[in-house]
Protein backbone atom coordinates (compact mmCIF):
# COMPACT_ATOMS: atom_id res chain seq x y z
CA UNK A 1 0.00 0.00 0.00
CA UNK A 2 1.36 3.53 -0.53
CA UNK A 3 2.89 5.05 2.03
CA UNK A 4 0.02 7.77 3.76
CA UNK A 5 1.14 9.72 6.87
CA UNK A 6 -1.63 9.76 9.97
CA UNK A 7 -2.16 13.05 9.09
CA UNK A 8 -3.42 12.56 5.72
CA UNK A 9 -5.36 9.34 6.81
CA UNK A 10 -7.25 11.41 9.82
CA UNK A 11 -8.52 13.99 7.32
CA UNK A 12 -9.70 11.06 5.22
CA UNK A 13 -11.35 9.44 8.00
CA UNK A 14 -12.72 13.13 9.53
CA UNK A 15 -16.70 12.31 9.93
CA UNK A 16 -15.85 8.22 10.76
CA UNK A 17 -15.22 8.88 14.16
CA UNK A 18 -12.27 5.92 14.02
CA UNK A 19 -10.21 8.34 15.69
CA UNK A 20 -11.91 8.34 18.58
CA UNK A 21 -10.85 6.27 21.82
CA UNK A 22 -9.84 3.50 22.18
CA UNK A 23 -8.14 3.50 18.74
CA UNK A 24 -6.96 7.23 18.79
CA UNK A 25 -5.21 5.98 21.97
CA UNK A 26 -3.59 3.02 20.19
CA UNK A 27 -1.99 5.21 16.93
CA UNK A 28 -0.64 7.18 19.36
CA UNK A 29 1.04 4.24 21.33
CA UNK A 30 4.71 3.98 21.74
CA UNK A 31 5.01 1.01 18.90
CA UNK A 32 5.13 -2.25 18.38
CA UNK A 33 2.69 -4.68 16.89
CA UNK A 34 -0.33 -2.26 18.52
CA UNK A 35 0.31 0.96 16.53
CA UNK A 36 1.27 -0.90 13.32
CA UNK A 37 -1.77 -2.66 13.28
CA UNK A 38 -3.75 0.82 14.26
CA UNK A 39 -1.91 2.34 11.41
CA UNK A 40 -2.08 -0.36 9.38
CA UNK A 41 -6.51 0.72 9.55
CA UNK A 42 -5.75 4.46 9.56
CA UNK A 43 -3.65 4.17 6.43
CA UNK A 44 -6.29 0.91 4.44
CA UNK A 45 -9.37 3.36 5.95
CA UNK A 46 -7.90 6.62 3.96
CA UNK A 47 -7.43 4.20 1.02
CA UNK A 48 -10.90 2.92 0.82
CA UNK A 49 -12.21 6.70 1.20
CA UNK A 50 -9.99 8.03 -1.14
CA UNK A 51 -11.36 5.73 -3.95
CA UNK A 52 -14.77 5.78 -2.36
CA UNK A 53 -15.87 2.13 -2.22
CA UNK A 54 -17.17 1.90 1.25
CA UNK A 55 -19.61 -1.09 2.05
CA UNK A 56 -22.45 0.36 3.83
CA UNK A 57 -24.25 -2.77 4.57
CA UNK A 58 -23.38 -2.79 8.52
CA UNK A 59 -22.60 0.44 10.53
CA UNK A 60 -18.97 0.99 11.63
CA UNK A 61 -18.53 1.63 15.08
CA UNK A 62 -16.80 5.12 16.70
CA UNK A 63 -13.55 4.30 18.01
CA UNK A 64 -13.55 0.57 16.56
CA UNK A 65 -12.58 0.54 13.30
CA UNK A 66 -11.96 -3.33 13.01
CA UNK A 67 -15.78 -3.76 14.17
CA UNK A 68 -18.92 -3.18 12.56
CA UNK A 69 -22.67 -3.84 13.48
CA UNK A 70 -25.96 -5.02 12.73
CA UNK A 71 -29.03 -4.21 13.84
CA UNK A 72 -29.52 -7.90 14.83
CA UNK A 73 -26.54 -7.37 16.89
CA UNK A 74 -26.93 -4.23 18.37
CA UNK A 75 -29.92 -5.53 19.80
CA UNK A 76 -27.88 -8.43 21.61
CA UNK A 77 -26.28 -6.11 23.58
CA UNK A 78 -28.30 -5.89 26.73
CA UNK A 79 -27.25 -9.94 26.58
CA UNK A 80 -23.26 -9.11 26.23
CA UNK A 81 -23.29 -6.52 28.76
CA UNK A 82 -24.73 -9.17 31.49
CA UNK A 83 -22.69 -12.16 30.30
CA UNK A 84 -19.02 -12.49 29.32
CA UNK A 85 -19.45 -15.02 27.36
CA UNK A 86 -22.04 -13.23 25.21
CA UNK A 87 -19.84 -10.26 25.20
CA UNK A 88 -16.70 -12.16 23.30
CA UNK A 89 -19.58 -13.80 21.23
CA UNK A 90 -20.67 -10.34 20.06
CA UNK A 91 -17.26 -8.82 19.62
CA UNK A 92 -16.43 -12.24 17.51
CA UNK A 93 -19.05 -11.44 15.04
CA UNK A 94 -18.47 -7.79 15.23
CA UNK A 95 -15.26 -8.34 13.86
CA UNK A 96 -16.18 -11.13 11.37
CA UNK A 97 -18.70 -8.49 9.80
CA UNK A 98 -16.01 -6.36 9.30
CA UNK A 99 -13.83 -8.58 8.09
CA UNK A 100 -15.88 -9.39 5.52
CA UNK A 101 -16.81 -5.66 4.49
CA UNK A 102 -13.12 -5.19 4.40
CA UNK A 103 -12.62 -7.96 1.82
CA UNK A 104 -14.93 -6.43 -0.50
CA UNK A 105 -13.82 -2.87 -0.11
CA UNK A 106 -9.96 -4.40 -1.08
CA UNK A 107 -11.15 -6.45 -3.83
CA UNK A 108 -12.94 -2.78 -4.91
CA UNK A 109 -9.95 -0.56 -4.72
CA UNK A 110 -8.42 0.84 -8.03
CA UNK A 111 -6.44 -1.88 -9.73
CA UNK A 112 -2.61 -1.56 -9.10
CA UNK A 113 -3.62 -0.18 -5.47
CA UNK A 114 -3.18 -3.33 -3.74
CA UNK A 115 -0.53 -5.64 -5.02
CA UNK A 116 -1.45 -8.90 -3.30
CA UNK A 117 -5.06 -9.18 -2.11
CA UNK A 118 -4.93 -11.94 0.01
CA UNK A 119 -1.98 -10.37 1.94
CA UNK A 120 -4.16 -7.60 2.58
CA UNK A 121 -6.88 -9.32 3.95
CA UNK A 122 -5.17 -11.52 6.10
CA UNK A 123 -2.85 -8.82 8.00
CA UNK A 124 -6.76 -7.27 8.37
CA UNK A 125 -7.66 -10.10 10.07
CA UNK A 126 -4.42 -10.35 12.37
CA UNK A 127 -4.75 -6.94 13.14
CA UNK A 128 -8.45 -7.14 13.42
CA UNK A 129 -8.05 -10.39 15.91
CA UNK A 130 -5.15 -8.56 17.99
CA UNK A 131 -7.25 -4.74 18.58
CA UNK A 132 -10.30 -6.75 19.81
CA UNK A 133 -8.24 -8.65 22.22
CA UNK A 134 -6.39 -5.99 23.49
CA UNK A 135 -9.92 -3.50 23.88
CA UNK A 136 -11.77 -6.27 25.17
CA UNK A 137 -9.03 -6.39 27.77
CA UNK A 138 -10.14 -3.23 29.27
CA UNK A 139 -13.33 -2.29 31.49
CA UNK A 140 -13.52 1.79 29.46
CA UNK A 141 -13.38 0.32 25.98
CA UNK A 142 -16.08 -2.41 26.83
CA UNK A 143 -18.18 -0.36 28.13
CA UNK A 144 -17.89 2.34 25.14
CA UNK A 145 -18.25 -0.62 22.40
CA UNK A 146 -21.56 -1.15 23.99
CA UNK A 147 -23.24 2.24 24.11
CA UNK A 148 -21.74 3.21 20.59
CA UNK A 149 -22.79 -0.67 18.82
CA UNK A 150 -25.63 0.96 16.83
CA UNK A 151 -27.06 1.61 13.37
CA UNK A 152 -28.64 5.20 12.34
CA UNK A 153 -31.81 4.93 10.26
CA UNK A 154 -32.14 5.74 7.38
CA UNK A 155 -34.01 8.77 8.08
CA UNK A 156 -32.97 12.06 7.72
CA UNK A 157 -34.65 14.22 10.73
CA UNK A 158 -33.28 17.68 9.26
CA UNK A 159 -35.33 17.11 6.18
CA UNK A 160 -38.59 15.64 8.29
CA UNK A 161 -38.15 19.45 9.67
CA UNK A 162 -37.82 20.99 6.80
CA UNK A 163 -40.13 19.52 5.14
CA UNK A 164 -42.90 20.18 7.72
CA UNK A 165 -43.15 16.09 8.39
CA UNK A 166 -45.57 17.16 11.18
CA UNK A 167 -47.87 18.59 8.99
CA UNK A 168 -48.06 16.18 6.13
CA UNK A 169 -48.06 12.72 8.15
CA UNK A 170 -51.76 13.00 8.06
CA UNK A 171 -52.37 13.48 4.61
CA UNK A 172 -49.72 10.39 3.87
CA UNK A 173 -51.20 8.17 6.05
CA UNK A 174 -54.49 8.90 4.73
CA UNK A 175 -52.79 8.13 1.17
CA UNK A 176 -51.32 4.98 3.07
CA UNK A 177 -54.80 3.47 3.64
CA UNK A 178 -56.25 4.06 0.46
CA UNK A 179 -53.25 2.10 -1.05
CA UNK A 180 -53.60 -0.37 1.62
CA UNK A 181 -57.30 -0.77 0.89
CA UNK A 182 -57.02 -1.30 -2.85
CA UNK A 183 -53.88 -4.11 -2.36
CA UNK A 184 -56.13 -5.80 -0.15
CA UNK A 185 -58.76 -5.37 -3.15
CA UNK A 186 -56.33 -7.06 -5.56
CA UNK A 187 -55.37 -10.08 -4.11
CA UNK A 188 -58.88 -10.71 -3.62
CA UNK A 189 -59.42 -10.75 -7.71
CA UNK A 190 -58.25 -13.36 -9.80
CA UNK A 191 -55.16 -11.98 -11.51
CA UNK A 192 -54.75 -11.09 -14.94
CA UNK A 193 -52.26 -11.73 -17.61
CA UNK A 194 -52.38 -8.51 -19.95
CA UNK A 195 -52.02 -8.37 -23.46
CA UNK A 196 -49.01 -9.50 -25.36
CA UNK A 197 -47.85 -10.69 -21.87
CA UNK A 198 -47.08 -14.55 -21.44
CA UNK A 199 -46.66 -16.42 -18.06
CA UNK A 200 -43.45 -17.88 -17.13
CA UNK A 201 -42.54 -19.79 -14.15
CA UNK A 202 -38.83 -19.88 -12.84
CA UNK A 203 -38.23 -22.46 -10.16
CA UNK A 204 -35.75 -22.91 -8.17
CA UNK A 205 -32.82 -25.94 -8.32
CA UNK A 206 -34.32 -29.36 -7.66
CA UNK A 207 -33.43 -30.46 -4.98
CA UNK A 208 -34.84 -33.22 -2.08
CA UNK A 209 -37.29 -32.47 0.43
CA UNK A 210 -35.38 -31.33 3.68
CA UNK A 211 -37.43 -33.56 6.43
CA UNK A 212 -38.78 -30.57 9.14
CA UNK A 213 -36.67 -32.69 11.72
CA UNK A 214 -33.58 -32.25 10.12
CA UNK A 215 -34.54 -28.60 9.36
CA UNK A 216 -34.96 -28.41 13.04
CA UNK A 217 -31.47 -30.34 14.21
CA UNK A 218 -29.57 -28.24 12.00
CA UNK A 219 -31.39 -25.21 14.04
CA UNK A 220 -30.80 -26.39 17.18
CA UNK A 221 -27.26 -27.49 16.89
CA UNK A 222 -26.20 -24.44 14.96
CA UNK A 223 -27.98 -21.99 17.93
CA UNK A 224 -26.08 -23.69 20.78
CA UNK A 225 -23.47 -20.30 21.31
CA UNK A 226 -24.01 -17.36 24.06
CA UNK A 227 -25.80 -15.37 21.94
CA UNK A 228 -28.28 -18.46 20.48
CA UNK A 229 -28.14 -16.95 16.69
CA UNK A 230 -28.59 -20.11 14.81
CA UNK A 231 -25.95 -20.20 12.05
CA UNK A 232 -25.56 -22.90 10.01
CA UNK A 233 -23.06 -23.86 8.05
CA UNK A 234 -22.35 -23.32 4.37
CA UNK A 235 -23.54 -26.55 3.44
CA UNK A 236 -26.27 -26.19 5.46
CA UNK A 237 -27.21 -23.53 4.69
CA UNK A 238 -26.95 -24.09 1.24
CA UNK A 239 -29.70 -27.25 1.66
CA UNK A 240 -32.36 -24.52 3.56
CA UNK A 241 -32.18 -22.10 0.75
CA UNK A 242 -32.90 -24.75 -1.52
CA UNK A 243 -35.33 -26.26 0.90
CA UNK A 244 -38.00 -22.95 1.29
CA UNK A 245 -36.82 -21.69 -1.95
CA UNK A 246 -40.17 -19.96 -3.90
CA UNK A 247 -41.07 -20.06 -7.42
CA UNK A 248 -41.75 -16.96 -9.36
CA UNK A 249 -44.58 -16.83 -12.12
CA UNK A 250 -43.88 -14.02 -13.90
CA UNK A 251 -46.36 -11.88 -16.44
CA UNK A 252 -43.53 -11.42 -19.48
CA UNK A 253 -44.75 -8.76 -21.15
CA UNK A 254 -41.10 -7.61 -22.82
CA UNK A 255 -36.91 -8.01 -21.59
CA UNK A 256 -38.22 -5.46 -18.48
CA UNK A 257 -39.81 -8.16 -17.04
CA UNK A 258 -37.42 -11.37 -17.57
CA UNK A 259 -35.11 -11.35 -14.59
CA UNK A 260 -31.02 -12.14 -14.43
CA UNK A 261 -28.23 -11.79 -12.52
CA UNK A 262 -26.65 -7.98 -12.06
CA UNK A 263 -23.45 -7.48 -14.57
CA UNK A 264 -21.49 -4.26 -14.89
CA UNK A 265 -21.73 -3.10 -17.90
CA UNK A 266 -19.30 -0.70 -20.65
CA UNK A 267 -21.66 2.14 -19.58
CA UNK A 268 -21.36 1.99 -16.11
CA UNK A 269 -23.96 2.49 -13.30
CA UNK A 270 -26.62 1.29 -12.99
CA UNK A 271 -25.58 -2.49 -12.95
CA UNK A 272 -27.64 -4.34 -15.95
CA UNK A 273 -29.78 -7.34 -15.50
CA UNK A 274 -28.40 -10.37 -17.80
CA UNK A 275 -31.64 -12.40 -18.19
CA UNK A 276 -29.29 -15.50 -19.88
CA UNK A 277 -27.73 -15.59 -16.77
CA UNK A 278 -30.45 -16.42 -14.39
CA UNK A 279 -30.00 -16.24 -11.19
CA UNK A 280 -31.92 -15.75 -7.34
CA UNK A 281 -29.32 -13.64 -4.93
CA UNK A 282 -29.65 -15.94 -0.58
CA UNK A 283 -29.02 -14.68 2.11
CA UNK A 284 -29.81 -15.46 6.05
CA UNK A 285 -30.77 -12.88 8.40
CA UNK A 286 -32.16 -12.79 11.92
CA UNK A 287 -34.99 -11.54 13.99
CA UNK A 288 -35.84 -11.58 17.89
CA UNK A 289 -39.08 -12.73 19.02
CA UNK A 290 -39.54 -12.96 23.48
CA UNK A 291 -35.32 -13.61 23.48
CA UNK A 292 -34.87 -15.90 20.84
CA UNK A 293 -33.38 -15.57 17.67
CA UNK A 294 -35.01 -17.02 14.59
CA UNK A 295 -33.13 -17.58 11.40
CA UNK A 296 -34.65 -16.03 7.95
CA UNK A 297 -34.13 -16.92 4.20
CA UNK A 298 -33.29 -13.84 2.32
CA UNK A 299 -34.25 -14.06 -1.96
CA UNK A 300 -33.61 -11.20 -3.87
CA UNK A 301 -34.44 -11.42 -7.89
CA UNK A 302 -33.89 -8.36 -10.18
CA UNK A 303 -34.87 -7.05 -13.69
CA UNK A 304 -33.87 -4.55 -15.64
CA UNK A 305 -36.10 -1.64 -14.87
CA UNK A 306 -39.71 -0.57 -14.01
CA UNK A 307 -41.12 0.82 -17.08
CA UNK A 308 -43.39 4.16 -17.18
CA UNK A 309 -47.42 3.43 -17.24
CA UNK A 310 -47.35 7.07 -18.38
CA UNK A 311 -45.00 10.29 -19.31
CA UNK A 312 -45.67 11.51 -15.04
CA UNK A 313 -44.60 7.95 -13.43
CA UNK A 314 -42.70 9.07 -11.10
CA UNK A 315 -42.39 5.37 -9.78
CA UNK A 316 -40.62 4.28 -13.01
CA UNK A 317 -36.81 4.07 -13.44
CA UNK A 318 -33.68 1.98 -14.00
CA UNK A 319 -33.33 -1.30 -11.90
CA UNK A 320 -36.14 -3.06 -10.30
CA UNK A 321 -36.84 -6.02 -8.05
CA UNK A 322 -38.29 -8.30 -5.88
CA UNK A 323 -37.30 -9.60 -2.02
CA UNK A 324 -39.28 -12.39 -0.38
CA UNK A 325 -37.99 -13.30 2.92
CA UNK A 326 -39.37 -16.67 5.27
CA UNK A 327 -38.96 -16.42 9.27
CA UNK A 328 -38.87 -20.28 10.82
CA UNK A 329 -39.56 -21.59 13.45
CA UNK A 330 -37.29 -23.65 15.90
CA UNK A 331 -39.13 -26.84 14.63
CA UNK A 332 -38.55 -25.39 10.98
CA UNK A 333 -42.07 -24.85 9.80
CA UNK A 334 -42.39 -21.56 7.75
CA UNK A 335 -44.24 -18.51 10.65
CA UNK A 336 -44.72 -15.90 8.40
CA UNK A 337 -43.50 -14.38 4.94
CA UNK A 338 -42.68 -11.07 3.69
CA UNK A 339 -42.02 -8.88 0.62
CA UNK A 340 -40.37 -5.85 -0.29
CA UNK A 341 -39.05 -4.60 -3.46
CA UNK A 342 -35.28 -3.57 -2.87
CA UNK A 343 -36.07 0.36 -2.62
CA UNK A 344 -37.91 -0.85 0.75
CA UNK A 345 -41.36 0.17 -1.15
CA UNK A 346 -44.62 -1.96 -0.88
CA UNK A 347 -43.77 -4.14 2.34
CA UNK A 348 -46.09 -6.59 2.16
CA UNK A 349 -46.56 -9.76 5.11
CA UNK A 350 -48.08 -12.95 4.32
CA UNK A 351 -48.68 -14.95 7.90
CA UNK A 352 -49.49 -18.84 8.33
CA UNK A 353 -52.01 -19.78 11.24
CA UNK A 354 -48.80 -19.41 13.83
CA UNK A 355 -48.43 -15.43 13.37
CA UNK A 356 -51.50 -14.07 14.84
CA UNK A 357 -51.40 -10.05 13.62
CA UNK A 358 -51.25 -7.57 16.76
CA UNK A 359 -53.02 -4.46 16.49
CA UNK A 360 -51.39 -1.29 15.40
CA UNK A 361 -50.93 1.51 18.28
CA UNK A 362 -51.62 4.03 16.11
CA UNK A 363 -54.09 4.83 12.93
CA UNK A 364 -51.68 6.95 11.33
CA UNK A 365 -48.94 5.07 11.46
CA UNK A 366 -47.60 2.15 8.39
CA UNK A 367 -47.96 -0.83 10.57
CA UNK A 368 -48.78 -4.54 8.77
CA UNK A 369 -50.39 -4.87 5.16
CA UNK A 370 -50.96 -8.58 5.39
CA UNK A 371 -53.01 -8.81 1.77
CA UNK A 372 -53.31 -12.56 2.10
CA UNK A 373 -52.68 -15.41 4.75
CA UNK A 374 -51.10 -18.53 3.37
CA UNK A 375 -51.28 -22.18 4.48
CA UNK A 376 -49.02 -24.31 6.65
CA UNK A 377 -46.84 -26.05 4.62
CA UNK A 378 -45.65 -29.51 4.04
CA UNK A 379 -41.99 -30.44 3.87
CA UNK A 380 -41.26 -30.56 -0.17
CA UNK A 381 -43.92 -27.48 -0.65
CA UNK A 382 -43.27 -23.56 -0.97
CA UNK A 383 -44.75 -20.67 -2.34
CA UNK A 384 -45.52 -20.00 -5.93
CA UNK A 385 -45.24 -15.52 -6.20
CA UNK A 386 -47.51 -14.54 -9.16
CA UNK A 387 -45.62 -11.50 -10.33
CA UNK A 388 -46.82 -8.84 -12.38
CA UNK A 389 -46.16 -7.16 -15.61
CA UNK A 390 -44.26 -4.15 -15.61
CA UNK A 391 -44.58 -3.00 -11.92
CA UNK A 392 -43.07 -6.54 -10.59
CA UNK A 393 -45.78 -6.41 -7.96
CA UNK A 394 -46.76 -9.55 -5.85
CA UNK A 395 -50.55 -10.54 -6.95
CA UNK A 396 -51.18 -13.28 -5.27
CA UNK A 397 -49.22 -16.61 -3.51
CA UNK A 398 -49.68 -19.99 -4.22
CA UNK A 399 -48.58 -23.38 -3.26
CA UNK A 400 -46.57 -25.84 -5.39
CA UNK A 401 -43.93 -28.77 -5.20
CA UNK A 402 -42.19 -30.91 -6.99
CA UNK A 403 -41.06 -30.11 -10.66
CA UNK A 404 -43.16 -27.31 -11.19
CA UNK A 405 -40.76 -25.93 -14.36
CA UNK A 406 -38.04 -26.62 -16.75
CA UNK A 407 -37.41 -22.73 -16.28
CA UNK A 408 -34.95 -23.22 -12.96
CA UNK A 409 -32.54 -20.30 -11.88
CA UNK A 410 -29.56 -20.39 -9.83
CA UNK A 411 -29.50 -19.60 -6.43
CA UNK A 412 -26.18 -17.48 -5.63
CA UNK A 413 -25.07 -15.59 -2.40
CA UNK A 414 -26.17 -12.02 -2.06
CA UNK A 415 -22.38 -10.94 -0.77
CA UNK A 416 -21.72 -11.24 -4.69
CA UNK A 417 -23.27 -8.13 -5.48
CA UNK A 418 -20.65 -6.20 -3.09
CA UNK A 419 -18.09 -6.98 -5.11
CA UNK A 420 -18.72 -7.16 -8.87
CA UNK A 421 -16.31 -7.69 -12.09
CA UNK A 422 -16.29 -4.91 -14.18
CA UNK A 423 -16.65 -4.59 -17.82
CA UNK A 424 -12.91 -3.74 -17.88
CA UNK A 425 -9.85 -4.15 -15.17
CA UNK A 426 -10.82 -3.98 -11.21
CA UNK A 427 -14.09 -4.87 -9.02
CA UNK A 428 -16.83 -2.41 -7.63
CA UNK A 429 -20.13 -2.86 -5.44
CA UNK A 430 -23.43 -2.81 -6.99
CA UNK A 431 -24.04 -0.21 -4.26
CA UNK A 432 -22.30 2.70 -3.38
CA UNK A 433 -21.01 4.38 0.16
CA UNK A 434 -24.45 5.25 0.77
CA UNK A 435 -26.20 1.81 0.37
CA UNK A 436 -27.95 2.79 -2.81
CA UNK A 437 -27.14 1.71 -6.62
CA UNK A 438 -26.15 4.92 -8.18
CA UNK A 439 -28.55 5.63 -11.82
CA UNK A 440 -31.54 3.83 -9.81
CA UNK A 441 -33.12 6.81 -8.07
CA UNK A 442 -36.90 7.46 -9.23
CA UNK A 443 -38.83 10.83 -9.41
CA UNK A 444 -40.73 10.29 -6.44
CA UNK A 445 -38.01 11.50 -3.86
CA UNK A 446 -39.12 14.57 -4.39
CA UNK A 447 -42.81 13.91 -3.60
CA UNK A 448 -41.31 11.32 -0.60
CA UNK A 449 -39.13 14.28 0.57
CA UNK A 450 -41.34 15.52 3.42
CA UNK A 451 -41.09 12.17 5.22
CA UNK A 452 -37.30 12.39 5.06
CA UNK A 453 -36.43 9.53 3.29
CA UNK A 454 -32.83 9.91 1.24
CA UNK A 455 -33.27 9.01 -2.16
CA UNK A 456 -36.61 7.32 -2.25
CA UNK A 457 -37.42 4.46 -4.80
CA UNK A 458 -33.97 3.79 -5.39
CA UNK A 459 -32.60 0.05 -4.97
CA UNK A 460 -31.02 -0.25 -1.57
CA UNK A 461 -28.25 -2.58 -0.29
CA UNK A 462 -29.41 -5.01 2.44
CA UNK A 463 -29.59 -3.31 6.01
CA UNK A 464 -29.67 0.22 4.17
CA UNK A 465 -33.80 -0.71 3.01
CA UNK A 466 -36.23 2.11 4.91
CA UNK A 467 -40.25 0.87 4.71
CA UNK A 468 -42.49 3.46 6.53
CA UNK A 469 -43.60 6.72 4.56
CA UNK A 470 -44.78 7.28 8.08
CA UNK A 471 -43.29 6.47 11.16
CA UNK A 472 -39.74 4.64 10.78
CA UNK A 473 -39.11 1.02 10.00
CA UNK A 474 -35.79 -1.42 8.56
CA UNK A 475 -37.03 -4.85 7.12
CA UNK A 476 -33.93 -5.82 8.93
CA UNK A 477 -35.20 -4.46 12.44
CA UNK A 478 -34.85 -6.90 14.81
CA UNK A 479 -38.36 -6.84 16.58
CA UNK A 480 -39.94 -5.98 13.47
CA UNK A 481 -42.10 -9.21 13.51
CA UNK A 482 -42.39 -9.31 17.63
CA UNK A 483 -44.09 -5.95 17.61
CA UNK A 484 -46.26 -7.04 14.72
CA UNK A 485 -47.20 -10.95 15.70
CA UNK A 486 -47.55 -13.11 18.23
CA UNK A 487 -46.02 -16.38 16.84
CA UNK A 488 -46.55 -20.19 18.18
CA UNK A 489 -42.83 -21.34 18.38
CA UNK A 490 -44.02 -24.69 20.46
CA UNK A 491 -42.76 -27.07 18.18
CA UNK A 492 -45.65 -29.25 16.60
CA UNK A 493 -47.47 -26.63 17.61
CA UNK A 494 -51.23 -26.54 15.32
Known amino acids: MRSLTLAAAALLLAGCASLEAPFAEHLEAAGGPLRDCAEWFAQLDAQVAEAQVRDAQDARIPGFPYLR ?4 LAALRPLAS ?7 ALADRMLALDQEARRY ?24 KLLREVDLAKPDARRALLER ?11 RLLGLYALTRLAFASGVRRYEAETRASFAR ?9 LI ?7 RALPRARVAAILARSAANPLGIPEPGEDELAQLFAAYAPSFEVAVRADYDRPGALRWTREGAPPRVDAADLAVYARPAWTRYEGRVLLQLVYTVWFSERPPRSEDDILAGKLDGLVWRVTLAPDGEPLVYDSIHPCGCFHLFFPTPRAEPRSPPDDTEEWLLAPQALPRLAPGERPLLRVASGTHYIERVGITHGSDSLVRYELRPYAELRSLQRFGPGRASAFGEDGLVAGSERAERFLFWPMGIASAGAMRQWGRQATAFVGRRHFDDADLLEKRFRLDLRAGAS
Do not use: K
Open 69 to 72: VSRL
Open 82 to 88: ADENALQ
Open 105 to 128: EIQNLPPGRVPEVAEFVARTQRCG
Open 149 to 159: AQVPDDYSSLD
Open 190 to 198: EPVVPEGAT
Open 201 to 207: RYAPPPA
